[in-house]
């Protein structure tokens, strides 16, 4: 069982800077599944999409709208999670959700979802 809670949303103007938080608390009887760690986001009529996702040992991977822009990072001994987002757009504006899961392909678990909105 794996709990997320997400923090730091808001409202922003275009070319501004947020970051996320995500801290998971994992049973431990089953540590493996916050392995992978992940942020995805749903924009108003939009599908939910994946942003960017890291594993345990720093491997990371970007949607190809954010590379350059955002910045995804751990800290294992917290089992924290976070989103630099730098140069925010409009086009950014969503509900941003943390997952968590053994691997990136199954990160099944999800937090509460921490909206973001850039506007000027």
């Known amino acids: 069982q794996v709990q997320l809670v997400e923090s730091g949303g808001g409202l922003v103007q275009p070319g501004g800077s947020l970051r996320l938080s995500c801290a998971a608390s994992?049973?431990?009887?089953?540590?493996?599944?916050?392995?992978?760690m992940g942020w995805y986001r749903q924009a108003p009529g939009k599908q939910r999409e994946l942003v960017a996702a890291?594993?345990?040992?720093?491997?990371?991977n970007y949607a190809d709208s954010v590379k350059g822009r955002f910045t995804i990072s751990r800290d294992n001994a917290k089992n924290t999670v976070y989103l630099q987002m730098n140069s925010l757009k409009p086009e950014d504006t969503g509900v941003y959700y943390c997952?968590?899961?053994?691997?990136?392909?199954?990160?099944?678990?999800w937090g509460q979802g921490t909206q973001v909105t850039v506007s000027s």
């Open positions: 994992v049973s431990i009887f089953m540590p493996n599944m916050a392995n992978a």
């Open positions: 997952n968590a899961g053994p691997q990136v392909a199954t990160m099944t678990y």
């Open positions: 890291i594993t345990r040992g720093g491997t990371t």
